[in-house]
T-cell receptor, first 114, second 111 residues
Framework: ETGVTQSPTHLIKTRGQQVTLRCSSQ?????VSWYQQALGQGPQFIFQ???????GRGNFPPRFSGLQFPNYSSELNVNALELDDSALYLC?????????????FGPGTRLTVL | GENVEQHPSTLSVQEGDSAVIKCTYS??????FPWYKQELGKGPQLIIDIRSNVGEKKDQRIAVTLNKTAKHFSLHITETQPEDSAVYFCAAKEGNTPLVFGKGTRLSVIA
């Protein structure tokens, strides 16, 4: 296994609600990236956190926000949920920022917005 | 920005045959090309990667080739087995930029 865990596994919300997704990884994996994977698509980069600071962001609106904690765990928050936010949300952890350091993916959180 | 195209979207092969998945990328500055396997209910798992200073890399039944001039790279799986059935993603990136993924190929190995 990858050593990356995510919670919850599944989540159902309604439009307009807010959601928090969580990710934790093994010691030393101090960089966390979040991805959105729509059905039948590849993962799309949301943002990355390193040393508790956002370090790069994809083409997602500000209602997608995140946090990283001193133990390197991370949260993804989405406000004002829309139907199109329904997707699998993946976090990936790596050691440091080097571009070709392997990213270890968690199993994802399946979010359904009704 | 980078754009990665992946073909085919679905692929069925008989057990023991070879499977080939192809990707093209748009940004000539991209220098890192990983391949991921995603099984049902799991996140993507890195199976092989190649850097721009190498033309080919092999790991047992899996190989990847890179043609920087044409901006395409391919995944080759030989002697396919039923457990190879999964969705495969290619990706590309340059330096510390984010990974850009293809849309995936669903590989079915028929016993």
């Amino acid at each position: 296994e990858t050593g990356v865990t995510q919670s919850p596994t599944h989540l159902i919300k309604t439009r307009g609600q807010q959601v928090t997704l969580r990710c934790s990884s093994q010691s030393g994996h101090n960089t966390v990236s979040w991805y959105q994977q729509a059905l039948g698509q590849g993962p799309q980069f949301i943002f990355q956190y390193y040393r508790e600071e956002e370090n790069g962001r994809g083409n997602f609106p500000p209602r997608f926000s995140g946090l990283q904690f001193p133990n390197y765990s991370s949260e993804l928050n989405v406000n004002a949920l829309e139907l199109d936010d329904s997707a699998l949300y993946l976090c990936a952890a790596q050691r440091g920022l080097a571009g070709n350091n392997e990213q270890f993916f968690g199993p994802g959180t399946r979010l359904t917005v009704l | 920005g980078e754009n990665v195209e992946q073909h085919p979207s679905t692929l069925s092969v008989q057990e023991g045959d070879s499977a080939v998945i192809k990707c093209t990328y748009s940004d000539s500055a991209s220098n890192y090309f990983p391949w991921y396997k995603q099984e049902l209910g799991k996140g993507p798992q890195l199976i092989i990667d190649i850097r721009s200073n190498v033309g080919e890399k092999k790991d047992q039944r899996i190989a990847v080739t890179l043609n920087k001039t044409a901006k395409h790279f391919s995944l080759h799986i030989t002697e396919t087995q039923p457990e190879d059935s999964a969705v495969y993603f290619c990706a590309a990136k340059e330096g510390n930029t984010p990974l850009v993924f293809g849309k995936g190929t669903r590989l079915s190995v028929i016993a």
